[in-house]
């Protein structure tokens, strides 16, 4: 069973909008979240984190809400750039593992 | 500072053989993690070698195995290939094993079983 879970396979958005991607998690004893981004033919590349004592995280044109009722989360990146075009990947760790458990990725294609 | 980089990039092989993949962390990382990309699977976590030992294990059967060598660098095994091993086998290193220690990725070994 998914523990992280990527519902939208695909985003589009044009350049200079909002683009928001989103992650729901079913274990409730995860405590720090992290999302990643992957271009082809790269590995994936650390883009912003939260820890469930927050509910925001803020970096640049990157921002991650938590919402820990809902098991969800949303990485926001405003405004959008066709560099931004890649697969963003969702990342969960705690209840007694560090080791991140991923979702399956959303692929954001940025049109200019 | 270089990144973490993998060896070779891409491979094809056939059923039933077996291959070695390697990996170099980034200088001054002492934990490397091994992940499998299928496609619409996500990552997958197969091990975690911290100085020179397992520490983590994932999901996968014995055909998977893995070590860390004293400089860090690290390898996977996989015996008697299938096709469903097909996949982007990722390697990240972090400075240390534990909870938000944030992962560097390389670029990914690509293997094609046939």
Not at chain 1, 10 to 31: A, H, K, P, W
Not at chain 2, 46 to 70: A, D, I, V
Not at chain 2, 90 to 113: I, M
């Given at each position: 069973?998914?523990?992280?879970?990527?519902?939208?396979?695909?985003?589009?958005?044009?350049?200079?909008?909002?683009?928001?991607?989103?992650?729901?998690?079913?274990?409730?004893?995860?405590?720090?979240?992290?999302?990643?981004?992957?271009?082809?033919?790269?590995?994936?590349?650390?883009?912003?984190?939260i820890?469930?004592?927050?509910?925001?995280?803020?970096?640049?044109?990157?921002?991650?809400?938590?919402?820990?009722?809902?098991?969800?989360?949303?990485?926001h990146?405003?405004?959008?750039?066709?560099?931004?075009?890649?697969?963003?990947?969702?990342?969960?760790?705690g209840?007694?593992?560090?080791?991140?458990?991923?979702?399956?990725?959303?692929?954001?294609?940025?049109?200019? | 500072?270089?990144?973490v980089?993998?060896?070779?990039?891409y491979?094809?092989?056939?059923?039933?053989?077996?291959?070695?993949?390697?990996?170099?962390?980034?200088?001054?990382?002492?934990?490397?993690?091994w992940?499998?990309?299928?496609?619409?699977?996500?990552?997958?976590?197969?091990?975690?070698?911290?100085?020179e030992?397992q520490?983590?294990?994932?999901?996968?059967?014995?055909?998977?195995?893995?070590?860390?060598?004293?400089?860090?660098?690290?390898?996977?095994?996989?015996?008697?290939?299938?096709?469903?091993?097909?996949?982007?086998?990722?390697?990240?290193?972090?400075?240390?094993?534990?909870?938000?220690?944030?992962?560097?990725?390389?670029?990914?070994?690509?293997?094609?079983?046939?």
């Amino acid at each position: 069973d998914q523990q992280v879970k990527q519902n939208s396979p695909s985003l589009s958005v044009q350049e200079g909008r909002i683009s928001i991607l989103n992650c729901d998690y079913t274990n409730s004893m995860f405590d720090y979240f992290l999302w990643y981004k992957k271009y082809p033919a790269e590995g994936p590349t650390f883009l912003i984190s939260i820890s469930s004592i927050k509910d925001k995280n803020e970096d640049g044109r990157f921002t991650v809400f938590l919402n820990k009722s809902a098991k969800h989360l949303s990485l926001h990146i405003v405004p959008s750039q066709p560099g931004d075009s890649a697969v963003y990947f969702c990342a969960a760790e705690g209840g007694g593992s560090y080791i991140p458990t991923f979702g399956r990725g959303t692929s954001l294609i940025v049109h200019p | 500072k270089a990144g973490v980089t993998q060896t070779p990039r891409y491979l094809i092989k056939t059923r039933g053989q077996q291959v070695t993949l390697s990996c170099s962390p980034i200088s001054g990382h002492r934990s490397v993690s091994w992940y499998q990309q299928t496609p619409g699977q996500g990552l997958q976590f197969l091990f975690e070698y911290f100085s020179e030992t397992q520490r983590n294990k994932g999901n996968f059967p014995g055909r998977f195995s893995g070590r860390q060598f004293s400089n860090s660098r690290s390898e996977m095994n996989v015996s008697t290939l299938e096709l469903g091993d097909s996949a982007l086998y990722l390697c990240a290193s972090s400075f240390s094993s534990g909870s938000k220690n944030t992962q560097y990725f390389g670029p990914g070994t690509r293997l094609t079983v046939l």
